[in-house]
């Protein structure tokens, strides 16, 4: 089966600056764009096959008509989004809901379980992640109150840094990151506080009792341990597996072969160039290997971050 080459998705927002366009030479809609939907078949933006037999073709389409080619994977949606995320400004501090909450509250869609990997930031950034509050009682207290500074926890960050973010974790990305993000398939954020910022001359939206109702509390620290090895033609970086997704990250350098799983793997180029079965490569490109797509083989120097359905 052929290699599925994907056209992103680009999504402005209040935030958002132009470094999608500085660092990997994408066709942006405004110097205030702040996602790149990479790999997404979500009806709020969704990708397009780039070439080949299934050029134009919508991916969700796809995931319906031929599910062979996803190894028959479980559920009625692609389970997976791949983003990349230019944070010129503070994002909004949220959180995201669980399966069972979404279903319920947000018409059947899934939650959203996501995982953060630092491509860029300056000098002294911070990440806000997780809070202060002792138990439920003390958090929205303390939200209500409007006690923000003794509530937020940060962390500095520095590039290469990884997070897995759970449901029910309050988090942010700050201002002067960069972030690769794989996540389940869904657009639910809950926007707890917003630093009293206008947009359109109007507040935009919060969502305090969604927040509420779905911060855990007290916080706990998700134990992230990424294990490194040497590989032919590379070195690996197993990043996290997860109940949702399995990510993996590979610094190639010369040639390397991967024989992928039963199910499809997303493949992102995240720095450098080369090529994959003899086709081009450079960064900012994004492909899915189909299920048993059997052996790819990597030429040249480049990164590439790798996820799949666990």
């Excluded at 202060?132 to 962390?155: C, L, P, Q």
């Excluded at 990151?177 to 794989?182: N, Q, S």
Aim: aromatic content about 10%; some cysteine; charged content about 25%.
């Amino acid at each position: 089966m052929e290699l599925l080459f994907l056209e992103p998705v680009f999504m402005e927002a209040i935030w958002g600056g132009t470094r999608l366009r500085d660092v990997f030479g994408y066709e942006i809609p405004s110097d205030t764009t702040g996602e790149c939907w990479a790999i997404s078949a979500h009806e709020n933006g969704e990708c397009k096959i780039a070439g080949g037999i299934y050029d134009g073709r919508r991916l969700s389409d796809l995931w319906k008509e031929k599910p062979e080619m996803f190894g028959n994977y479980p559920g009625d949606k692609f389970p997976l989004l791949v983003k990349i995320i230019d944070a010129k400004e503070d994002l909004s501090i949220q959180v995201h809901p669980d399966d069972l909450y979404a279903k319920i509250h947000e018409n059947g869609s899934l939650g959203k379980t996501e995982c953060w990997y630092i491509l860029d930031c300056e000098p002294g950034t911070e990440i806000a992640i997780g809070h202060h509050a002792k138990d439920r009682e003390e958090m929205e207290a303390m939200i209500r109150d409007h006690r923000w500074n003794e509530f937020i926890r940060t962390v500095p960050v520095k590039k290469g840094d990884f997070f897995q973010i759970e449901p029910g974790c309050l988090h942010a990305i700050k201002g002067g990151t960069l972030v690769f993000e794989t996540q389940q398939s869904s657009d639910i954020t809950y926007r707890v506080y917003d630093y009293d910022r206008l947009s359109d001359g109007k507040p935009r939206q919060l969502h305090v009792e969604q927040s509420i109702a779905n911060i855990r509390a007290p916080f706990k620290e998700e134990q992230v341990d990424p294990k490194t090895e040497k590989i032919p033609g590379a070195v690996h970086t197993h990043l996290v597996t997860c109940k949702f997704y399995t990510v993996d990250k590979y610094d190639i350098d010369g040639v390397f072969t991967k024989e992928f799983g039963n199910y499809f793997t997303n493949v992102s180029v995240i720095s450098g160039k080369g090529s994959v079965n003899g086709i081009p490569l450079e960064a900012g490109q994004h492909f899915i290997v189909p299920a048993k797509g059997g052996e790819c083989r990597f030429e040249g120097k480049m990164s590439i971050i790798c996820s799949n359905p666990e």
